[in-house]
């Protein structure tokens, strides 16, 4: 079947080149952090997370929303999406794999990382969230595979693809759970401290996982014509302006209780927080396709903003644990870094998606 | 005048240089293309009665023991190793290099299988020692 | 005090020097690197037999007075970044205000405002930073050190923001090219580890006192074996009013300040 994704068009092949560069500047740099050690990034002794994590919470979330498909659709039997299940397991493998590559990144030794395995620590949240997220990196991508497969040969995927794909819905909430659990536990951060932060991880990453789905079933649609439905689209709108609601009543209240208020960026990520989820709300914007899409960008931009500049960069600005303040900006390697890895997340899944759209129009064809 | 002397003399120092450079590198090439018969590098005898373990073992365990030493002192303090002729030694990377005090001792074999351990990273490495 | 610290050491040590006799037969230390003293703890320690602890005397503690941490960091090669961004550092004097940022009382005099607070690893019997750390390459030993084992450390740093004290340093480039004066009696860490105080677990198994307990020209230390009922640390701990830093989060340091 992988070979589906070496045939394409011309625009397919521009655009799998301009990644490819991108990824290419993105290793020139990672090459460069690995040489002359963490010091080329902007982080230091009082902000030891820096925009590397911040994409990671970011990408965790939207790998772990994928499961809320997986649910409706096989528990739920909500056979509308059942276009959209493969889609939505091949987001949450590239994903994952970003998620992964952004923790090694921000390593010291990544030549070391097997430690992790060799020497695991069981008492260690950050151990168990790393073995969940390879768990629903490899439960992700063989069902999504085999479900393709039997997709592809006509037949109906056979019952140990259901049982992996059940597998999966508790390691997604596990994932956001713990590493919520993870942040709120960290006592040198006062800002996380709170047994929201773990409500807030699903409905947000519910709300922006579900958002990237329409787009990409939009993008879909535009590029390839093979439309996922309008019906589809409904549902995840659904979703996602519900875990909308939740996330920006959540971040509201946190306005109130902790420090959030004073940071502008935190202001901006509300703002179009409520503004997207208004449209989303309202049968007659909603309607507009302009409005629906730039509603869903802005849900996306909304969580993004408040889990990377928000979370981590303004828990770390809010007195860290000598109770200074040092303000921590990103270097032009880190964000070629993080440029990087998310075009080889992008080639991925765009790769996925390739094959995925052949073998459904090869089946209707 | 006398700046162009200078000058002209700084060239063919360089070019001395260079050339002699050069040289040594191709004998290291030579060298390298014949490892197969390459003789094992010579190490100063060693008094195996004060070995941890015969040198054959060593030769080709060392890495293990080292390993388990560094561990078992590291994380449970158990810093004496009894040895199978029940002699005693401290657990140590300066217990083997006090006897094999060779500078080379190391570099010769490691150079020679060209493997790159970590040690030295951290560790003073018997190269860097006054 | 000082001199009846050094008893107490001696006489706990002098069995397991005795037995390091032993080890000496079998032992030339012709070649100077990382010199193979002989351990005073001879047999393989019983897992919380032992809990080092600390008293700091701020009294004693005179301003501008810089040699315990000299000392400390001379002794294990820690490296003088000067940029703030990537210091590194074991022990280093603090303010009140940032050392007890939570105690209660907080009109205190001005004398106290002004006075140098030595911060370091609290080395805490319930610490935040083992329980983080995914390899265990933090770790609490047998005798209550949380110690970093830089063979194992993968760099992923969970543990600085995990301490409340800010005890913990990265190595976000290569350390070797600023340590001043290097020493070659202990090894140094490498780019991309973490590191921290270690309690002088290098000292303490040849039977010395740590570094800044004994470069101290006030004697404003107190170390010893808080599980010793006997023990100078616990004399000097019951006789006095000490304070741990932010008790209220349970990490039970064994550092304690008398104010």
């Known amino acids: ?365 | 005048m006398e700046v162009m002397m200078k000058s002209s003399k700084f060239i063919l120092m360089v070019a001395v240089a260079a050339l002699s450079l050069f040289a040594v590198l191709n004998v290291f090439r030579n060298g390298e293309a014949e490892t197969s018969q390459k003789p094992l590098p010579s190490v100063s005898a060693i008094d195996s009665t004060k070995c941890i373990a015969p040198a054959s073992f060593m030769r080709a365990n060392h890495m293990q023991v080292l390993h388990a030493w560094e561990k078992s002192v590291v994380r449970e303090g158990d810093r004496v190793h009894i040895a199978a002729n029940g002699s005693r030694f401290q657990k140590s990377l300066g217990t083997c290099l006090g006897c094999h005090n060779n500078r080379l001792f190391c570099f010769n074999c490691h150079s020679y299988a060209n493997v790159k351990p970590k040690c030295w990273n951290c560790h003073l490495s018997p190269m860097e020692t006054p | ?259």
């Open chain 1, 1 to 365: 079947m992988i070979e589906k994704a070496l045939k394409g068009n011309r625009s397919y092949w521009i655009w799998i080149v301009f990644l490819v560069t991108l990824v290419a500047s993105g290793l020139s740099a990672y090459y460069q952090q690995r040489w002359f050690g963490l010091t080329v990034t902007g982080m230091g002794r009082e902000a030891s997370f820096g925009i590397y994590t911040a994409q990671l919470t970011f990408l965790l979330g939207v790998a772990a929303s994928a499961v809320m498909v997986v649910f409706s659709f096989s528990l739920r039997r909500q056979k509308e999406l059942a276009k959209t299940v493969i889609i939505a397991l091949f987001m949450a493998v590239s994903a994952a794999l970003m998620s992964m590559l952004f923790v090694v990144a921000d390593m010291g030794k990544p030549d070391r990382v097997l430690n992790i395995i060799f020497f695991p620590n069981p008492r260690s949240l950050v151990f168990w969230d790393l073995l969940l997220l390879s768990g629903y990196l490899a439960t992700s991508l063989i069902s999504g595979w085999a479900m393709l497969g039997a997709e592809h040969k006509g037949v109906p995927p056979s019952a140990w693809v259901t049982s992996v794909m059940y597998l999966s819905i508790p390691l997604a909430f596990g994932i956001a759970t713990i590493s919520a659990v993870l942040y709120a536990g960290l006592p040198g951060i006062n800002l996380w401290l709170t047994a929201v932060l773990a409500i807030r991880f699903i409905a947000s990453a519910l709300a922006a996982g579900m958002a990237l789905l329409i787009l990409v079933t939009l993008m879909l649609k535009e590029t390839t014509g093979f439309d996922a439905g309008k019906e589809a689209r409904e549902k995840l709108a659904m979703v996602a302006t519900y875990a909308g609601i939740a996330n920006v009543l959540l971040l509201g209240v946190q306005f109130i209780t902790t420090t959030y208020s004073n940071l502008p960026w935190m202001w901006f990520s509300l703002i179009i927080g409520v503004v997207s989820v208004t449209i989303l709300l309202l049968p007659a914007l909603r309607k507009s396709q302009l409005l629906f899409v730039g509603a869903c960008t802005a849900l996306v931009l909304s969580v993004w903003v408040d889990k990377s500049a928000g979370l981590m960069i303004g828990g770390e600005l809010v007195p860290a644990p000598l109770g200074s303040i040092v303000a921590y900006a990103p270097t032009s390697t880190e964000l070629f870094v993080v440029v990087g890895i998310w075009s080889l997340g992008t080639m991925l899944f765009t790769a996925l998606l390739k094959v995925v759209v052949a073998v459904k129009v090869d089946n209707e064809g």
């Open chain 3, 1 to 259: 005090m000082m001199n009846e610290q050094r008893r107490e050491f001696i006489k706990k040590t002098a069995l397991g020097v005795f037995a390091g006799l032993g080890v000496a037969s079998g032992l030339v230390p012709a070649f100077s690197l990382e010199k193979t003293a002989l351990p005073v703890w001879d047999e393989k320690p019983v897992p919380g037999k032992i809990r080092w602890g600390m008293v700091i005397d701020t009294r004693q503690c005179k301003e501008g007075c810089q040699q315990c941490v000299t000392a400390c960091h001379h002794e294990h090669n820690v490296p003088a970044f000067k940029n703030r961004k990537e210091e590194i550092r074991w022990i280093w004097k603090n303010s009140y205000k940032n050392v007890f940022p939570t105690a209660t009382n907080s009109a205190v005099s001005k004398e106290i405002q002004n006075r140098s607070f030595l911060s370091l690893c609290n080395h805490c019997a319930d610490s935040p930073c083992t329980q983080i750390c995914p390899t265990g390459a933090t770790f609490k030993r047998w005798d209550g050190i949380v110690e970093i084992d830089y063979h194992r450390c993968v760099g992923c740093r969970f543990c600085i923001p995990a301490c409340p004290y800010g005890s913990l340093s990265f190595n976000w480039q290569d350390p070797r090219t600023a340590i001043v004066d290097p020493v070659t009696a202990y090894p140094t860490r490498e780019q991309g580890v973490v590191e921290k105080c270690n309690f002088c677990s290098d000292r303490l198994v040849k039977g010395l006192l740590p570094a800044c307990v004994d470069a101290c020209p006030e004697q404003a230390f107190t170390f010893g074996d808080m599980n010793d009922p006997v023990s100078d640390i616990r004399v000097v701990l019951e006789s006095n009013v000490t304070m741990q830093r932010k008790p209220e989060l349970g990490t039970k340091p064994s550092v304690f300040y008398i104010i």
